[in-house]
């Protein structure tokens, strides 16, 4: 049995990372027994958006505001308030989840023997505009033990010197999805959904131009787009400005998000990379074909364009989402038979159990007092 202690910025929002840290300490809490917590930054009358086991200690530090960014001595509290609940905690591991945890987390374990795996949830690319982010990414990483990434490609992309101290984990599909009743839906809803925190990268104004494009060909036919963010003011904006106002909905965060894609004809989604593609995997565990861009890193991992989805490309990103839209709004039969497809074998690639095992593998080698670093096989 480990000891394990998992570390993010902040619950109280919605986002794939925050999914992914609750299922997975919840699952190896529950199901394998070992003694997990789970720290924040978060005050202790913010509850998690998603649940989290019972079995987990939660520990929240109160520290800050989790939402913004991160000023200087706001980072020097968070680190030294870190060293100390760790310290106390004494556990065989600490995982901290994206670089706003994993950085300040080094830094606050310098010295303690406390092995440290930093689980990065984002590609290369996000860090070449952020080269403060970047210089405090390579500062932390003598004092870190292991990096997970999202596949290959991601690790590939890194610096060597970093690239040698990567293995791939992928995001496990939330049990909620394994509900079969849950994610299958009777009637077309004639209905677009797609999900995503509203961000420059997830480009929700593309998405929405293009259905606007086809609005008045396909009458019938509404979008929808879950998620919250800096952004989500000026698309609705955008969608009044075009006369959508009771063709697109944006209603902000969900929990049920498998209720939600199962009253969906069909999943888009117009971002211009992806670590992973979450929202992708969660669509096709839905038996729900997708729409994205053929050059969208991550979700051209999981996408089969013509099988499981569309991957559009051209140099007008507007006509080509526009394009991939129309073809599974006007062909019933084919974006049904690319769902079946997309649902098959995606619990065995992407199921909570697989990817807890592997966790386990990690955490055991790195709760090894010889401190030798063995990444494995990859998942």
Excluded at 17 to 23: H, K, Y
Excluded at 41 to 63: H, K, T, W
Excluded at 252 to 278: I, M, P, Q
Excluded at 341 to 358: C, Y
Aim: a positive charge; proline letters at 4%; glycine letters at 8%.
């Amino acid at each position: 049995i480990l000891k394990v202690l998992f570390a993010i910025k902040g619950l109280n929002t919605a986002g794939g990372a925050e999914r992914v840290i609750c299922d997975v300490t919840s699952y190896l809490a529950d199901r394998r027994g070992h003694e997990v917590s789970l720290l924040t930054f978060d005050g202790e009358d913010q509850e998690p958006f998603y649940p989290v086991s019972r079995a987990v200690q939660q520990i929240r530090l109160g520290i800050g505001d989790t939402r913004s960014s991160t000023s200087l001595p706001i980072l020097l509290r968070r680190v030294w308030a870190l060293r100390r609940a760790v310290l106390s905690h004494a556990p065989d591991a600490v995982v901290a989840f994206m670089h706003s945890m994993f950085v300040p987390m080094a830094f606050a374990l310098a010295g303690t023997g406390i092995p440290l795996v930093a689980s990065e949830h984002i590609v290369r690319d996000y860090y070449r505009s952020r080269r403060v982010q970047f210089a405090l990414f390579a500062l932390a990483m003598p004092f870190i033990r292991c990096v997970t990434v999202l596949s290959d490609s991601i690790a590939r992309g890194y610096p060597r010197w970093i690239h040698r101290k990567m293995l791939v984990v992928t995001n496990p599909i939330s049990p909620a999805f394994q509900r079969e009743p849950a994610c299958e839906g009777s009637k077309d809803s004639c209905l677009i959904l797609s999900i995503g925190r509203f961000s420059k990268r997830k480009d929700h104004a593309t998405l929405l131009a293009a259905f606007a494009s086809l609005a008045e060909e396909f009458p019938q036919w509404s979008l929808r787009i879950l998620g919250d963010g800096v952004l989500r003011p000026a698309v609705q904006a955008q969608a009044e400005r075009l006369g959508l106002q009771g063709r697109v909905s944006l209603p902000g965060a969900v929990t049920d998000v498998a209720g939600e894609l199962a009253n969906a004809s069909f999943f888009a989604l117009a971002s211009r990379y992806e670590s992973f593609g979450l929202v992708f995997a969660e669509a096709m565990a839905c038996g729900k074909a997708s729409v994205a861009f053929a050059d969208c890193q991550g979700a051209n991992e999981l996408v089969e364009d013509g099988k499981t989805g569309l991957l559009v490309k051209g140099p007008d990103r507007i006509h080509a989402m526009a394009s991939g839209l129309r073809r599974l709004m006007i062909d019933r039969e084919a974006r049904e038979a690319m769902g079946k497809r997309a649902r098959q074998g995606v619990f065995r690639r992407f199921a909570i159990e697989r990817v807890g095992e592997r966790w386990e593998e990690i955490l055991e080698s790195a709760a090894r007092p010889s401190g030798v670093y063995r990444p494995g096989r990859s998942v």
